[in-house]
Each structure stands twice: as structure tokens, then as C-alpha cells.
DNA sequence: TATGAATGAGCTTTCATTCAT
DNA sequence: AATGAATGAAAGCTCATTCAT
């Protein structure tokens, strides 16, 4: 029962790397199955399809994710809100870091699946948590004062959006930082 | 020499629509060349290969695209960075309705396109005009005085992800304008 | 145009062969397309899947029979039911050699097919045509008198068995004939 | 010994259940191995493989089915041959409903296994068995005037092919039993 | 002895590309 | 110049069989 739980963390580890390094369509069955030393045929003893086995990546990452949120967000009841942005910034990062992976984010994803069906409804689901993560946060600034009255759900997608492409460009960026790009959103440009 | 052009032209047209409704991968040649009204074998009379027509679609917005930015900088050579900015982020949407589609939006070619490395390099041209364009507004707000003195390529980047995403997430969000973004970016999040 | 129809023939005779030679399973489409003399994807050209041209042959077969049938018995519109079975067990038999084949029984067929849903309609579609011809013509012969008063449908499926089955076994019969065979149906064992 | 034999035959009885119901090809051995209860390993504990399984089957079935056939004849040593016949055919459809089965026809079986050179031959014995002994039941029947002088092998053919399809196309039979069906074979369609 | 996890040969099917017309 | 019939490499997936436990 262990060993069975294991290979399939493995196959799951070996596909996030292979799908995150060649992209989903470009990503062979058979290249997973070599990464996790494993043969063509047992990939699909754990995984009903190539399209399951993304859909299970995703989920978990998904799952993953929430736990980290919300232990996150407890962890932090008390403090403002601009901390608790950062935060969950912040996890994203870390995350990434332990996964070893250059990127799992939603919004980068939901381009590519954009023609799947199937998985697109499982980015959204991913997606859609950290939309509402980060409005709940933005609505407790705007009630406690911290923030000004803005519409909310469009500052959330600028939000996430300037921190996935910050991720994407970041070659061309000096002193790149979660503090750096927050504190960017919060006092805004303006001189 | 007229109609070898417009024939090419006519089969860009078609394969732009085809690859931004369906994705790069998922467009078939065959399906271009229906959308086109031409035979299959014809697309190859003018391409190379689907990457190549790819890659002079691209090449041929990022010049339109240049086209059009030079022109309206020009024209604004005297207002503020901030009508600027509006501008640029303006022109890419009325781009986007003239050549009736549903993104060419960088940001996102990248993320479907990193493992083409003929693809990623057109795309990260066109990447790099936008990212050098509003570069230089936001150096030029700088130093007369209308933007405080941020760090003007992580700024670039926020910029172009919050508009990206914005456009990827815009279900959810209700009465969505480009002021209203940039009005964001600008004043930020603060109360 | 006529090529393509030509082709399309070319595969569904050549599909024929070798289906009839290895049984549904056990043929590959590269084998018929080797037979055909002609690349695996062009079978595809112009049929959809493996099954489809098996339903396209079945029907082709079934087309072929019925308007053989038709014309027989418009012939012998004036003469007795047993010069009619006659003629369409001939009809089969001549069918076969026409088309190369070592058989496309239907009562066979039946027992192969039991377990492909859309395979098995198109064979009960040719089963049943024969059921019913041959029906009407015991009917008429009850009528008429010649024959006694049987159980029809019965009757249909052992003439249409035994004319099978002697297919199948016929290394070991001597003197075969169609005509043996009828007597012996239409006669009984009784002394 | 006593076990390994039971459970031999435990797996040749699921085999048998799912082969009828599914058909060769389409059988899985791991779907033997659940029907049967066990682990997928344990069938080729017992059978070489797929195809010797089968055969196994085949053998069983026949011996089972020759030794039901002689202890009925010498137990109508002394009546007539149409008494005979029909309980050769009633033996059959006991048979069946014994081991659970839609069918075993060698007739259908024949249609199905023309190319596994392996399986053909196992089914070959079973149907010459079948074949010799309706024909010495029907010699003997002709020697004892019961029935007329016909071709002897002929007929065997017919009459199992006869009882074979009926079989098949039983669903548009109504009253059909083996009396009726011998009586027809009997006496003939002739008025 | 019994197992089922692991395997890879082998299958169907797709589609970018070629090339004879 | 334009075509679309022909192609075969390549990919996802299945399943009989093996073998370590």
C-alpha cells in the first residue's frame, strides 16, 4: 500500500518536471516513464490517461496549495493585510522552490489548456481559489481602512497577474522581490 | 507579384484566427487552409512549415504593432506619461478587434511557447519592444516627476502581467477599463 | 473522381482479403494497406477507423447480395420455391468466387461480431434480409402447396444453417452440391 | 494435489464463463482471474498461456461431451436412430445450460478460431466427434431402413448446421425445440 | 504457492509534409 | 501556381506475460 502510494508520488514527480519543462503536448508518455525509471506500461497502471495524470498533477498541487493558504492566513489573523498579501506571494515562491519547478501558475496555465476541456476546468478550480484568496484579503483591507475602495476583483487579477509575468520576465529585473513588486501595488506609481 | 502577396497575406489572416482560437498545437495546416479557402498544399507554397507561418505571423503583428505604438507616441509627444500609457494599453485592444482576435498577448505566447525555441525568440522580440516601450514611459514619468522613482522594469513587468491577466480573468470582473487598470497601477492599492 | 472512388474500392477489396483471410482481430491496417500496395494513413483517407471499413465492406457485400437476390427471383417470378432456393443458395455460392472470398457468412459473421455493437448491426441488417427472403419464399411455397405447413422461421434458419455449415465442414463431404443439399431439406432423412 | 486439480478447474470454468461471453480476443486474463477470484499471476500457474487455456477448455469440454454422447447411445442401444439424433441434440443444449453457457457450437467455433492454427485443431477434434457420430447414427439409421439412402455426410453437416443457427437466430424463432427441429430434418419441407 | 506490479511489443490513429499532376 | 492524395513517423494506450516477493 505504501510502495503503491509511493510509485505514484514518483510518476506524479517525474510528469510535473517533464510537463513543466516541454509544456503539456509536447510532453511523451514514454519520456515520463524514462524520467521516473519506470516502464511506458506502468504509468498507466497508476493513471487512467496522459490527460488523468496532468488533472491529478493539478489537483494536488491544488490541494498543496489551499493547506499552505489557509495555514498561512491562520498563522497571520491578527496582522494586516499588506502582510498577509505578501504572504501568500511569498508561498507561491517557496512553493515552486520545493517542487522543483519553474512555474505551475494558473493564470500561464490557463493560456495553454485553454483547448482542453478536461483540464481546463481543473486550472480554473485552482485558479478560482487563489482570485478569492486574495479578494478576501483586499476586502478586509478595504473595510479596516488599510486599503482604498477599489474594485476589487480587478485589482485581484492585476495582482496576480503582475506577479505571474514578473515571474516570466524576470531575466530582465534587478532586485526582483516579493516586498519590491507589493509594495509597487500598494503605493502605486504615482510620484 | 501583387497577388503572391495578398495570397500570403490571406493565408496569415486565416492561420492567425485558426492558431488563436484553437492554440498552436491543436491547429491543424489542414484547418488553415479551409479557413484560407485554399488546398492544403498551398500553405506550403508560402511556408515553410506551420512554425515558420507561426513565426511571420508574429513578426508581422510585432511590426504592426510597432507601427502603431511609434505613431501614437509621436502624436502624444507632449502629454503625460500617464495618457501614454493609456494609449499603449489602449491600442493593443483595439489591435486585437482589428484583427478580430481573442489575444496576441505576449505575456501568454510565452508561456504556450517556451519549448519552441524558433517561436520563443520571435515572441520574446515582440516581448522585448513592449517591455523597452513602456520602459521608457515610465523612466520618462520618472524624471519629470510625474512617477516616483520605482524600479522601472519590475514596474514594466506588473504592468503588462496586471493587464494580461486581466484579460484572462475579465469574467469576474464587472465594469473593466483600461483607466480603471492603469488608474490602479498608478495610485496602487493604498488608502 | 473516379480515382478516388477506384482507391476506395482498391482498400475495401484488398481489406476484404484480408479480413476474411485473418479475422477481424487478428488484421492490421498495415497489413491491408500492404495488400492494397498503398501507406498505412492513405486507409485512413478514406475510411474512418479499422471498424468503419469492416461496415462499409459488410454493407458493400449486403448491397451486392440483396440486388442479386432482387434480380433472381424477378426472373423466376413463375417458377416453383424450390428453383428459387435454389437459385439464391447458388447465388451465394457464386458471390463468393466473384469476390475472392472463402466466406462472408452471415451466420458466421454473427458468432464473430457478437461482441462489437456497431460491427454486429450491420451483419443482422444481411441476416436478416436473407431471414426474410428466404421466409418468403417457404411462405409461398406453403401456399402454393408445394410445401407442408412447417414452422417458417424454423425451417429459414436450418436451411440457412446447414447451408453454412456445410461450408465449414465440406473438406469432408464428397458430391457436394447445392442441389444435393436442397433435396435433402426439402425431402427429409425419412425413408 | 487434490487442490492444485480444483483449482484448475476453478479457473477453467471462469475462463470458460468469460470467453463465451466476451469472445477470445476480446477476453482478458485478468478478467478470468477475477471472475475466478484469484490474482492474474495464478492463471499462468496453471495454463501456459491464453491460447493453451483455451484449448484446455476445448479438450475438457470435448471429453465431457464424448462421454455424455457414449454413455446416452449405449443407453438407446436398442432404439431407433431418430431417438438417437434427438437426444444428441438434447444433450448438447444440456450441456450448456450445465456449464452456464450461451454456447459451444464447434459450427461458430470453427468461424472464430480459423486463424489460431493452435485453437483450430482443438475445436477440429470437437467437431469431428460431433461429425462421426451423427454420421454412424445415421448410417445405421439407413442400414435399418429408417432413413433413406442419402449422402451421409452431406447430412451430418446439414443437421448440425441447422441446429447451430437456429441457435443464433433463435430470437425470431417462435416454438422452437429439438423435436421440431429434427421433425423438419426429418420429414422435409416437401408437402 | 500465489500474487500483482512491472513491462514493452504491438496496435490504431493523427497530421505535417511531400510531390505528381 | 495550386492542389490534395499519399505518406510514415510518432504518439497514446492495451494487455499477455514475467518475476520478485
Not at 501558475?105 to 481546463?120: I, Y
Not at 485589482?155 to 516579493?178: F, P
Request: net charge negative; charged share 30%.
Amino acid at each position: 500500500m505504501r510502495d503503491k502510494s509511493k510509485k505514484r508520488q514518483l510518476i506524479m514527480e517525474a510528469a510535473l518536471q517533464v510537463f513543466v519543462e516541454h509544456g503539456y503536448e509536447k510532453t511523451k508518455i514514454i519520456d515520463v516513464a524514462r524520467t521516473a525509471g519506470i516502464g511506458k506500461g506502468t504509468v498507466y497502471e497508476y493513471f487512467e490517461s496522459k490527460e488523468a495524470l496532468f488533472c491529478c498533477i493539478l489537483e494536488e498541487y491544488c490541494e498543496y496549495y489551499k493547506e499552505g493558504v489557509r495555514k498561512i492566513l491562520s498563522d497571520l489573523k491578527d496582522t494586516g493585510c499588506q502582510e498577509k498579501l505578501l504572504s501568500v506571494i511569498h508561498m507561491e515562491e517557496e512553493l515552486k522552490d520545493q517542487v522543483h519547478l519553474k512555474s505551475l501558475n494558473p493564470v500561464q496555465l490557463m493560456t495553454e489548456f485553454t483547448n482542453f476541456p478536461g483540464l481546463k476546468q481543473a486550472i480554473q478550480v485552482m485558479l478560482k481559489f487563489k482570485f478569492d484568496t486574495v479578494c478576501e484579503i483586499l476586502n478586509e483591507g478595504v473595510k479596516n481602512g488599510e486599503f482604498r475602495s477599489v474594485n476589487i476583483p480587478l485589482a485581484t487579477a492585476a495582482l496576480m497577474g503582475a506577479s505571474s509575468a514578473v515571474d516570466l520576465i524576470s531575466d530582465e529585473i534587478q532586485d526582483y522581490t516579493d516586498e519590491n513588486l507589493l509594495d509597487l501595488m500598494i503605493h502605486g506609481l504615482k510620484a
